[in-house]
T-cell receptor, first 113, second 110 residues
């Protein structure tokens, strides 16, 4: 059974650009959540999608957005990149319920210059 | 004060030692996750629990809902257990949002 797949694994952008990250969940999983990990702040919840609807959102500015497609694949977008957006972005999938076990991808490491 | 606090932040131990990592939280929770992160970034979910105790191999996780405290124990520790261990609380008060602890960096010496 394939795990959670995130693409790209590494990317470098410059300030002001925008970036789109992709997450393909485990087959059958309908929930995809996104997290930002930085050395200073640790892991922080960005948002969660379930059946193409945003179910929850963390405390991030509107530059961070996401969506989920009918096949449960999800994308997150960060517009007008800032240096502080440099981080490891992780997604996780679970079957459905809010208390289900989380399965994480390997992450997308974004560097903003 | 963080809503989820872990201790210790760093822990170095000899192979074979019994390890305990603690997690205290101040919010009402519906579940608590213990996660393991190896260098390179990949995260593995070790346990999800809402009451009592769970065991998987050499790993044991316990939670005391009344005291708002959870512990992760590793018996007969091994260098391959070296990783960052993170507890994450699924908050009832914040629409099921997940709140993470800062992590405990564990280093097991051979």
């Amino acid at each position: 059974k394939a795990g959670v797949t995130q693409t790209p694994r590494y990317l470098i952008k410059t300030r002001g650009q925008q970036v789109t990250l992709s997450c393909s969940p485990i087959s059958g999983h309908r929930s995809v959540s996104w997290y930002q990990q930085t050395p200073g702040q640790g892991l922080q919840f960005l948002f969660e999608y379930f059946s193409e609807t945003q179910r929850n959102k963390g405390n991030f500015p509107g530059r961070f957005s996401g969506r989920q497609f009918s096949n449960s694949r999800s994308e997150m977008n960060v517009s007008t990149l800032e240096l502080g957006d440099s981080a490891l972005y992780l997604c996780a999938s679970r079957r459905g319920g809010s208390t289900g076990e989380l399965f994480f991808g390997e992450g997308s490491r974004l560097t903003v210059l | 004060k963080n809503e989820v606090e872990q201790s210790p932040q760093n822990l170095t131990a000899q192979e074979g030692e019994f390890i305990t990592i603690n997690c205290s939280y101040s919010v009402g929770i519906s579940a608590l996750h213990w996660l393991q992160q190896h260098p390179g970034g990949g995260i593995v979910s070790l346990f999800m629990l809402s009451s009592g105790k769970k065991k998987h191999g050499r790993l044991i996780a316990t939670i005391n809902i009344q005291e708002k405290h959870s512990s992760l124990h590793i018996t007969a520790s091994h260098p391959r257990d070296s990783a960052v261990y993170i507890c994450a609380a699924l908050s009832m008060n914040r629409d099921d949002k997940i709140i993470f602890g800062k992590g405990t960096r564990l280093h097991i010496l051979p």
